[in-house]
């Protein structure tokens, strides 16, 4: 009897076992949208980058010297943000640029500085850093270098960032806290379509530079009724998505969703009324809302996707821990991205999900 035959003779006689394959969730959240509009009238259920689509096109309408540039944004953009623009406006307004972020950047400040108003996509977050420089040199000190004779007001800079699932590192990053260190620089996150519509128009007509930074798994995954006409969200104001008196919880970007969920479970679990901030805008903050949460309920933890050291977590623990001393029951908490690069496979062991979120509830708790 030859090898072959007894080798598919053993087979035969063997049981294999089924081949399991592993199953992984899209996302480390659940979204919820917000409850209602914020301005009265019609609505259109929009996702989050049809309503960032639908801001520009408002802000082109409104305003001819607008211009709308980044790298492939003439055929809408790898998230489809810019998608019919060029067809609605034309070349000369809505164009592609070269890769080089630099670029972008210097040619934003040009056209922001001779009035004109310039609305410029980095295509990832990520590849920003090129543009460091122009940034926070260039456009966040104009005015103050000149004597308030020039500026780079109505600059606005709009980068997909955070975790998306499969991005690794150099498709997930949070650059927030780099850009907070910079006077001059507004910089926010929306956490949905309207906050998305409403923050963009704000930036857009703001006067000094501006950065959005867009958590690009939301795209798609929010949807919202997003109010047709034109309006504006506050920069440098919080929201309280819920009040609570036992704990605060904050955060902003996809994570505020991470930590609405937390607080259910939180409740469920342990009995806790969690306080929900979404912080929205990073610079400037909202100093008072987040001091008055943080005084009325004695224990606070602060969840972003960023690494732990000089996240801007820390900025936010250092003010609470100055103004609110006397009023804690437990040092503040931090849930945040390691102290790593960030990872591909390993990417549901760095993002603060809701379990690592829930025991630091837990640890605040037991203090």
Excluded at 194 to 210: Q, V, Y
Excluded at 213 to 223: D, G, I, N, Q, S
Aim: hydrophobic share 40%; net charge neutral.
């Amino acid at each position: 009897m030859s090898l072959l035959k007894l080798t598919g003779s053993a087979l035969a006689k063997k049981t294999v076992a089924p081949l399991v394959i592993a199953t992984r969730a899209s996302s480390h959240f659940v979204y919820t949208p917000d409850a209602k509009a914020p301005i009265e009238g019609p609505t259109k259920k929009m996702n989050m980058f049809q309503a960032i689509n639908n801001a520009m096109d408002i802000a082109m309408e409104r305003d001819n010297s607008a211009l709308v540039f980044g790298e492939d944004v003439a055929f809408g953009g790898v998230f489809r943000c810019s998608m019919g623009l060029q067809q609605k406006y034309g070349k000369e307004r809505v164009f592609n640029t070269p890769l080089c972020e630099q670029g972008i950047a210097g040619f934003a400040i040009g056209v922001a500085n001779t009035g004109a108003t310039a609305i410029a996509e980095m295509q990832f977050a990520d590849y920003i850093f090129p543009a460091f420089d122009q940034i926070v040199n260039e456009a966040a000190k104009y005015r103050y270098r000149s004597g308030n004779l020039f500026d780079c007001g109505s600059l606005t800079f709009r980068a997909p960032s955070g975790a998306v699932g499969h991005g690794a590192c150099y498709h997930s990053q949070s650059p927030e806290a780099y850009f907070a260190h910079t006077p001059g620089l507004k910089v926010v996150v929306p956490r949905g379509p309207n906050k998305a519509k409403g923050l963009l128009l704000a930036c857009i007509k703001e006067k000094d530079p501006c950065i959005v930074f867009e958590p690009k798994t939301l795209y798609r995954a929010a949807v919202e009724e997003v109010p047709e006409a034109p309006f504006e969200s506050p920069l440098g104001k919080a929201d309280v998505l819920r009040v609570g008196n036992d704990m605060t919880l904050i955060g902003w970007g996809t994570q505020i969703h991470v930590l609405k969920e937390v607080a259910d479970m939180a409740k469920k679990e342990y009995g806790v009324n969690c306080e929900v901030i979404d912080l929205v805008s990073i610079l400037p903050w909202d100093k008072e809302t987040v001091c008055n949460s943080a005084k009325k309920t004695g224990r606070v933890l602060i969840a972003h996707e960023a690494p732990l050291t000089c996240g801007f977590g820390a900025e936010l623990a250092a003010t609470i821990q100055e103004e609110c001393f006397l009023h804690l029951e437990a040092p503040i908490a931090r849930v945040t991205g390691w102290d790593t690069p960030f990872p591909h496979v390993f990417e549901p062991f760095y993002i603060p999900d809701k379990f690592r979120c829930l025991a630091g509830i837990k640890k605040l708790i037991d203090y």
